[in-house]
């Protein structure tokens, strides 16, 4: 079986390959050839560059006659495979991702255990901010969310409405996760976290 019909199977079968980088594929081959069989698989088609070293299988969309663009999260979440870093939605974009905000975000932010860093992507920004790893790496998925969207928010302007929401909308797993988690945050982070988790 080539190189790229192994990329390709491996795209098809693992749903965390939305977007994708030589490092996802590098017990296949040495890295220089994975290079070479993304590259060939770019120069047919089956496969697009998003920026440098970054890829995707665009997806058409019949009804509009163009290809999708691609998903910033995904994008992200390949970068960081990429360089072993922790990640989490941070800003307006874990607002979005919790449904606090309906607003498509315009740029797409996250808080990162890497450097400060931005990219570009199809004229869309997407924003690393540097955090130190234990902030979002000793925390649950759901409890790294509901942190970020607590200081985006901030502590004078987290509404009733906001606690309601968050406290209807989280399973009972998720609260229990997120008030041992919460323990570990600023006092006044966990004094929210207490009320969202009230029964």
């Not at 994008?75 to 922790?86: E, G, P, T």
Request: hydrophobic share 40%; glycine share 4%.
């Amino acid at each position: 079986m080539s190189l790229q019909i192994q990329i390709l199977n491996r795209i098809k079968e693992d749903k965390k390959l939305g977007a994708f980088t030589a490092s996802d594929f590098i017990d296949l081959a040495k890295h220089d050839a994975i290079r070479k069989a993304l590259d060939r698989l770019e120069d047919t088609g089956e496969i697009r560059r998003i920026i440098r070293g970054v890829y995707d299988k665009p997806k058409f969309n019949t009804r509009f006659n163009m290809y999708e663009p691609p998903i910033i999260e995904d994008v992200a979440n390949a970068i960081a495979r990429q360089f072993n870093w922790y990640i989490c939605p941070s800003g307006n974009y874990a607002l979005n991702k919790l449904g606090l905000s309906t607003q498509v975000p315009a740029q797409y932010m996250f808080v990162s255990s890497g450097p400060y860093t931005t990219y570009l992507i199809e004229g869309t920004k997407l924003i690393f901010k540097h955090t130190t790893s234990r902030e979002i790496s000793d925390y649950s998925y759901v409890s790294q969310l509901v942190i970020q969207a607590i200081k985006t928010i901030g502590r004078q302007n987290i509404l009733p409405d906001d606690i309601i929401y968050l406290r209807k909308t989280l399973t009972l797993k998720d609260k229990d996760l997120l008030l041992q988690d919460g323990k570990k945050t600023n006092i006044w982070i966990y004094e929210v976290i207490k009320e969202i988790c009230e029964v």
